[in-house]
């Protein structure tokens, strides 16, 4: 199955689907007779290093941010002592 590369006269607007073969070609427009080049398509490798380049630089750039948290709030006037928490009991039910 051939490959095709679906690109527009930037004049006209006319739409084209050209062979892989004419990437970075130029070609002229049947409709208005203005020249074009013909785009290149990236190859999925390709367009995966981009996209890892670009994370790289963005994380460079990048400042860490600073994120306060702010203290618990100590309980009102208990003497700074620590709540105990008991054993639960469960009750039992009368039988009978």
């Not at 070609?25 to 890892?52: M, N, Q, T, Y």
Request: net charge positive.
């Amino acid at each position: 199955m051939a490959d095709f590369i679906k690109c527009t006269c930037g004049k006209c607007g006319a739409r084209y689907r050209l062979p892989v073969e004419f990437q970075g070609r130029k070609a002229r427009c049947k409709k208005c007779g203005e020249k074009f080049e013909v785009p290149r398509v990236k190859s999925i490798e390709d367009s995966v290093l981009d996209w890892l380049s670009e994370a790289e630089e963005e994380e460079a750039i990048a400042e860490p941010k600073v994120i306060s948290i702010p203290k618990e709030q100590k309980p009102a006037d208990d003497g700074d002592k620590p709540k105990r928490q008991g054993i639960i009991r469960l009750k039992e039910t009368p039988t009978g």
